[in-house]
């Protein structure tokens, strides 16, 4: 008796040792096609016996995600061979090259899932991965053609498909499954990518993608690059912005921030806007001052004093710092119409005509230097303070006036 226990047990073990696949994963693995078996993993994953069940099922896709793109990549090299041997003569066989780019898409995200499943425990504890070294490779050596996909998208202003193929590309960047693979052709452009993909998510008004897209920007060897992705990622946190609480929670995160490198003038400007648009006013002159006092040439901080004056109808001192922001830079059409702006102002405080026309003058300088800066207006609207300026120098019928209006 003891012995026919023996051998009953070992026929359940044995059952359970060598138990088939489930019918569900049996229906997957024998799909021809990527669309039947991902709409058969899709419907049915719940029902799958186990992770090992998932990890073999999103194998699957793996395998004809990479049919796909072997079939098509083989294309283009037997077609880059016969240019080779024949020139011009060579006839170029078709090529789906945007099928091509699907497939890697499909593959990438179907060899991450996979490997989730596949490195979990399997039944007595231990984790033996099946599929991810095979995958590691294959997969990341197709992987570098999403960085193509990415630009075709990019250069039809597909800004879903740039964030498809580029967010794949960068998101898959940390993924445990490639975490062994050599990055140094990467290393040459997931930088740039990552700040265009960035400025593309915000485009398409997905603010959490663009503030981890320049994240990775961020890492750019190239300190002045990272530095701008830096001051980038801010101004993306800065439209996220929905109450009070956030937005101090923002201006303590900027300031500690710039605390570690004072010489972003970027992050010194936004700041100062912060300060502003919560009503600090007092804090924010202090702001500005004490950063003259290290810093007396500063442009941002001579033409934010200046502003300053003006939000406090102070065109004399307005007209001081505004001057002394542009000897230092000549070159932004806003600082001249602002100034522009300012004399206008002092003309207009003058008792007589004869008191006014240099005030006018000084204006009309800034605001034809502003026009001959930025025509298009696209960083200053001087039109209707340069023609209020014209009209009262020289009244609304002299032709420059007229020439002027024409511009407003």
Same mark, same amino acid.
């Given at each position: 008796?003891?012995?026919?226990?023996?051998?009953?047990l070992?026929?359940v073990?044995?059952?359970?040792?060598?138990?088939?696949?489930?019918?569900?994963?049996?229906?997957?693995?024998?799909a021809?096609?990527?669309?039947?078996a991902?709409?058969?993993?899709?419907?049915?994953?719940?029902?799958?016996?186990s992770?090992?069940e998932?990890?073999?099922?999103?194998?699957?896709?793996?395998?004809?995600?990479?049919?796909k793109?072997?079939?098509?990549?083989?294309?283009?090299?037997?077609n880059?061979?016969?240019?080779?041997l024949?020139?011009?003569?060579?006839?170029?066989l078709?090529?789906?090259?945007k099928?091509?780019?699907?497939?890697?898409?499909?593959?990438?995200?179907a060899?991450?899932?996979?490997?989730?499943?596949?490195?979990?425990?399997?039944?007595?504890?231990?984790?033996k991965?099946?599929f991810?070294?095979?995958?590691?490779?294959?997969?990341?050596?197709?992987?570098?053609?999403?960085?193509?996909?990415?630009?075709?998208?990019?250069?039809?202003s597909?800004?879903?498909?740039?964030?498809?193929y580029?967010?794949?590309l960068?998101?898959?960047?940390?993924?445990?499954?490639?975490?062994?693979?050599?990055r140094?052709?990467?290393?040459e452009?997931?930088?740039q990518?990552?700040?265009?993909?960035?400025?593309?998510?915000y485009?398409?008004?997905?603010?959490?993608r663009?503030?981890?897209y320049?994240d990775?920007?961020?890492?750019d060897p190239d300190?002045?690059k990272?530095?701008?992705?830096?001051t980038?990622k801010?101004?993306f946190?800065?439209?996220?912005?929905?109450?009070?609480e956030?937005?101090? /929670?923002?201006v303590?995160?900027?300031?500690? +921030?710039?605390? $570690?490198? =004072?010489?972003? #003038? %970027?992050?010194?400007?936004m700041?100062?806007n912060?300060y502003?648009?919560?009503?600090?006013?007092?804090?924010?002159?202090?702001?500005?001052?004490?950063?003259?006092?290290?810093?007396?040439?500063?442009?941002?901080?001579?033409a934010?004093?200046?502003?300053?004056?003006?939000?406090?109808?102070?065109?004399?001192?307005a007209?001081?710092?505004?001057?002394k922001?542009?000897?230092?830079?000549?070159?932004?059409?806003?600082?001249?119409?602002y100034?522009g702006?300012?004399?206008t /102002?002092k003309?207009?405080?003058?008792?007589? +005509?004869q008191? $006014?026309? =240099?005030?006018? #003058? %000084?204006a009309i300088?800034?605001?034809?230097?502003?026009?001959?800066?930025?025509p298009?207006?696209?960083?200053?609207n001087?039109?209707?303070?340069?023609?209020q300026?014209?009209?009262?120098?020289?009244?609304?019928n002299d032709p420059?006036?007229?020439?002027?209006?024409?511009?407003?």
């Open positions: 008796m003891k012995k026919l226990l023996i051998v009953a070992m026929a073990a044995a059952t359970n040792v060598f138990a088939g696949d489930s019918e569900p994963l049996k229906a997957i693995l024998k021809s096609t990527y669309a039947e991902s709409q058969l993993v899709n419907s049915t994953l719940g029902q799958l016996a992770d090992a998932k990890a073999k099922a999103y194998n699957k896709l793996v395998e004809l995600a990479m049919a793109y072997d079939k098509e990549a083989a294309t283009i090299q037997q880059e061979v016969a240019k080779q024949q020139g011009d003569k060579a006839k170029e078709p090529v789906d090259v099928g091509m780019y699907e497939a890697v898409y499909q593959a990438v995200t060899a991450v899932e996979c490997d989730k499943y596949d490195q979990m425990p399997n039944e007595k504890g231990k984790v991965p099946r991810a070294e095979a995958n590691a490779q294959k997969v990341w050596n197709a992987r570098i053609q999403l960085v193509n996909a990415g630009n075709d998208a990019s250069t039809e597909n800004g879903k498909d740039v964030l498809k580029w967010g794949t960068l998101d898959s960047e940390t993924a445990p499954l490639f975490a062994a693979q050599d140094t052709q990467e290393s452009f997931i930088y990518i990552a700040d265009y993909t960035a400025r593309w998510a485009q398409e008004k997905d603010l959490e663009a503030k981890r320049c990775i920007a961020m890492k300190a002045k990272a530095k701008e992705a830096q980038l801010f101004v946190m800065k439209e996220s912005l929905t109450s009070r956030d937005s101090v /929670a923002f303590n995160e900027v300031k500690e +921030q710039y605390a $570690a490198d =004072p010489s972003n #003038d %970027e992050m010194f400007d700041i100062f912060m502003g648009s919560l009503g600090q006013q007092d804090v924010q002159k202090k702001f500005v001052d004490d950063k003259l006092a290290k810093d007396p040439n500063n442009y941002i901080a001579l934010d004093k200046g502003l300053i004056a003006m939000n406090e109808n102070n065109a004399d001192d007209i001081v710092y505004l001057k922001a542009l000897a230092v830079k000549d070159d932004d059409a806003l600082i001249h119409t100034l702006t300012c004399y /102002a003309a207009g405080s003058m008792e007589t +005509q008191q $006014a026309i =240099p005030f006018y #003058d %000084e300088k800034s605001f034809d230097k502003a026009k001959q800066l930025d298009q207006k696209q960083r200053a001087w039109g209707y303070n340069r023609y300026a014209y009209y009262g120098r020289y009244g609304a420059k006036t007229k020439d002027a209006e024409y511009d407003k």
